[in-house]
């Protein structure tokens, strides 16, 4: 539960941005796509994200005694799984209101 509840808080926010971003753009532009993978430069957004789950979950590992690259492995896998995840709601968001892909 430690680990779970700041990188659930941090998923949240994170996957905010894109969802808003598309939710509020006109249906044929693909702005939450643009945000999440295009702006300001390729997978920004991405490696924004993984860098903050990495530096999170290294800080928690270390506030429980626990190895460095334990938190450093667990960032990243969290963020791949975010970026997946964020990528196909997205994705769904778009084409229920109407967007192709």
Same mark, same amino acid.
């Given at each position: 539960?430690?680990?779970?509840?700041?990188?659930? !808080?941090?998923?949240?926010?994170?996957?905010?941005?894109?969802? !808003? /971003?598309?939710? +509020?753009?006109?249906?044929?532009? /693909?702005?939450?796509?643009?945000?999440?993978?295009?702006?300001?430069?390729?997978?920004?957004?991405? =490696?924004? /994200?993984?860098?903050?789950? &990495?530096?999170?979950?290294?800080?928690? +590992?270390?506030?429980?005694?626990? +190895?460095?690259?334990?938190?450093? &492995? $667990?960032?990243?896998?969290?963020?791949?799984?975010?970026?997946? /995840?964020?990528?196909?709601?997205?994705?769904? $968001?778009?084409?229920?209101?109407?967007?192709? =892909?």
């Amino acid at each position: 539960m430690r680990r779970f509840l700041p990188n659930f !808080v941090l998923a949240t926010v994170l996957l905010a941005v894109p969802v !808003v /971003a598309e939710m +509020s753009a006109p249906v044929t532009k /693909a702005l939450g796509f643009e945000v999440l993978l295009y702006v300001p430069f390729e997978f920004a957004f991405a =490696l924004a /994200a993984m860098l903050l789950f &990495t530096v999170l979950n290294i800080y928690l +590992s270390r506030r429980n005694q626990e +190895s460095l690259w334990r938190g450093l &492995t $667990i960032g990243v896998v969290i963020a791949a799984g975010w970026f997946e /995840a964020a990528f196909l709601l997205v994705a769904q $968001i778009h084409q229920h209101t109407g967007g192709k =892909l």
